[in-house]
């Protein structure tokens, strides 16, 4: 007898033991059936033994191998292993993640009848004559419950089945697969034009590979101002790992940059590159997923989840704006893309190279240190100038274009930059058409009825939103409480595009938001049509403010960033530089200078001021004191945890019990320079309908924090809590 123990996809904090005749070793990263409690579930082995852990006769059996062959690797094990452990995410639920794009098997419990001779009353008879009109004496039990609507069906059927008038069995079904998979649109494949490096390229790809001969882990931050030309520098060393035998994975933190960078690798790589991220469909990410498995494809460029790419023989991780909060997962797992890179680089011994003009505090820190190589590209392409940045003052600035809440300004520099001939790009941090409504006369503002968060008007749908939980109503003329008029302030995008069509009728205008972004190929289709210059003015959120290069853009202008600003976390002065700085990076990037205008109620803010003179090392500077100081990242780590339930009251009990859970831990280790903050309010205190409270825990050792959120999550069961490892943010 062979024992495995497996991780079963599934909410289980441990791995599982099971046994089985006749696995070896080469069953090790192979899906299997296991039984699970009462039902049924899918697992992977992560190890066979010969002996098992826990005593014999309490190890069931494993129902069946899935796969003849692993479907993940040792390295990929390891790391799974290592995000289970270190963001305390449940190993299951982490391999699960993994394997998402592979066929998935759901387990349907069937009821059948096989003993008609006994006599029945009431409620056993009901389910008797209800199986005796099916095909086969058979039905699922889900049927039967929405069927037959009897109270306590499973005791029921619990009993019916112990006097041997039932049986009941777990029948597998595959979903997601195809026979004929579907490849998707990757772009251009032309021959890629000799692109001649300047010196601060040369000398970084030079670097980058240098460490990739040496076989040996090491991660770089290429700190390169916006058009610098970090993506060439990104192919080139790809390019040598490549001709070394080895695999390249390309991170970007936007499904619309993938388009851009696809055809940039594409034009060098040809068909050895894939394409990976969640707006796929199904039969397409299968056909990628199996590309990188069986080695047809040598450098893979996706979203967040291409760091799991099935890829044995790594050389080289890029993570390109390596800052952007997109790369951590939201919900369990809640993995950072950028960590797990640099953590599965130690693995392969590969190199990772973290670009971004605006890096976050962390790597920035660490490339001081000298924890990474630091790699500079101080000047744009050809030495371009850097787009001139002017500051408008929304307090000052009464005309604001007629009340339309965009200054002359910048309604003169779009106007500019369009008779010469130039493309536009406007941003601004809202989606919808309004950003809050209210009584002018009670103050009473319109909030969503399951989160405690103002509603947005959506004009073209015309409904009020609630973007947390898609919660919708009809907008309302007048206030419910005192009947005056309700007004509608603030700006989305929608608002915006509404304004700008009716400053520039004859302009192409192209809004990009999440409400417009819905089928997946618009991506492509936006993308080429900015490069193709059949969009005049491109009005969207921050999903257009990073990564694009189109040479034709002489103005940038920021509606508002004061949103952004506002947000109750020690990040948020962080998230607008680098906001700023990316956004005014996409213009002048051509022959022609660059424009950018900023409107803002807070222009004495440190961080727009800084945006305004590119004092970019004094920004850094100013911001790692201040974490100095509070002990924040990078000087110290950080948890959060969110405590939820649909009474206010109970989430506030049931945090003081996770506190005492916290203490008691913490006396129990003896454990020193642990700050608390909290049990408090959560800034967001109301989503989907569930009062949230919210604890941030600070100290100097990750293994005190690790200790602390894995008592919480064995103690507080039964309980809504959520354990955030290294949050992104505190709302």
Known sequence: MRYVRTAVFSNVENLL???????????????????????????????????????????????????????????????????????????????????????????????????????????????????????????????????????????????MQKKGILEIEEKESFKGIKKKRVKPETGAQDIAAEITLNSFQQEAVDKIINAVKNDKYSTFLLFGTTGSGKTEVYIRAAQYAVSRGKKAIILVPEIFLTPQVTERFKKVFQDRTAIYHSGLKPAERVHEWERMKSGEADVVVGTRSAIFAPFDNLGLIVVDEEFDSSYKQESEPRYSARDCAVYRATLSGAVVVLGSATPSAESYHNALNGKYGMLVLPERVSKRPMPEIEVVDLKIDANKSNGLFLSNNLIKGMQDALDAGGQVILFISRRGYSNYNFCMTCGKVEKCVNCDIPLVYHKAANKLKCHYCDYEKPPALICPSCKKPIAYKGAGTQRVEDVITQFFPDKRIKRVDMDSMSDRSEYFNVYNSIKDREIDILIGTQMITKGFDFPEVTFVGVVSIDTVLNLPDFRSEERVFELLMQVAGRTGRGDKPGRVVIQTFNPQNPAIEMTRKYATAEFYAEQLQIRKELGYPPFGKMMQIIIQDENGEKAFKDAEKVAEIIQKTIQKEAMKMISILGPAEAPLSRIRNRYRVSMILKSKNAKSLNIIGRAVKQNARGLDVAVIVDPVNTL
């Not at 039984?35 to 069931?60: H, N, R």
């Not at 299951?92 to 349907?108: C, D, E, N, R, Y």
């Not at 409620?123 to 086969?136: I, S």
């Open 17 to 159: 033991t099971y046994k089985t005749p006749d696995a070896g070793p080469e069953k090790i990263g192979c899906r299997v059936i296991v039984p699970l409690g009462g039902k049924t579930a899918t697992g992977l082995v992560l190890e066979v033994s010969d002996t098992a852990d826990i005593p014999v006769e309490k190890i069931k059996f494993v129902r069946s191998f899935l796969d003849e062959t692993p479907v993940i690797g040792p390295e990929l094990i390891k790391l799974g292993l290592w995000i289970s452990d270190y963001y305390l995410a449940a190993p299951g639920m982490v391999f699960s993640t993994m394997l998402a794009p592979l066929f998935k098997i759901t387990f349907k419990k069937i009821v059948r009848l096989i003993n008609e001779t006994i006599e029945l009353k009431g409620r056993q008879m009901d389910v008797a004559e209800y199986l005796k009109d099916k095909e086969h004496n058979e039905a699922p039990f889900s049927s039967m419950e929405k069927d037959l609507k009897i109270s306590g069906l499973h005791s029921v059927i619990a009993a």
